[in-house]
């Protein structure tokens, strides 16, 4: 079994910066690409930026327009989100996700694994 631990959320004033890692550990056989989604109260799961393990491309929301970055460390398992120019409509709880394979990781179904998440709040 996989299992993926989050950190680095916090509170942060409105156009502050967060960094957010997720490390896996377990039995990791393959690894297609890793994830991060976030919920707000009330809200459905959404897709905030994904990586493709194999040769780094990233994806990315359009609601992001350049503000996050999206990385990771290959042979450690292990990946990154880098968030400036935060907004208060930033705020929710981030959840980190692992697929073992898969053609598209912008979608929730594809993922195989999940973090406990990290929260992640914008003040203004």
């Known amino acids: 079994q996989v299992q993926l631990a989050e950190s680095g959320g916090g509170l942060v004033q409105d156009g502050g910066s967060l960094r957010l890692s997720c490390a896996a550990s377990?039995?990791?056989?393959?690894?297609?690409?890793m994830g991060w989604f976030r919920q707000a109260p009330g809200k459905e799961r959404e897709f905030v930026a994904a990586?493709?393990?194999?040769?780094?491309?990233?994806y990315y929301a359009d609601f992001e327009k350049g503000r996050f970055t999206i990385s990771r460390e290959y042979s450690k398992n292990t990946m990154f989100l880098q968030m400036n120019s935060l907004k208060p409509e930033d705020t929710a709880v981030y959840y980190c996700?692992?697929?073992?394979?898969?053609?598209?990781?912008?979608?929730?179904?594809?993922?195989?694994?999940w973090g406990q998440g990290t929260q992640v709040t914008v003040s203004s």
């Open positions: 990586i493709r393990w194999s040769d780094g491309r990233p």
């Open positions: 996700a692992a697929a073992r394979g898969g053609r598209v990781l912008t979608t929730i179904d594809v993922y195989d694994y």
């Open positions: 377990g039995r990791i056989f393959s690894t297609y690409g």
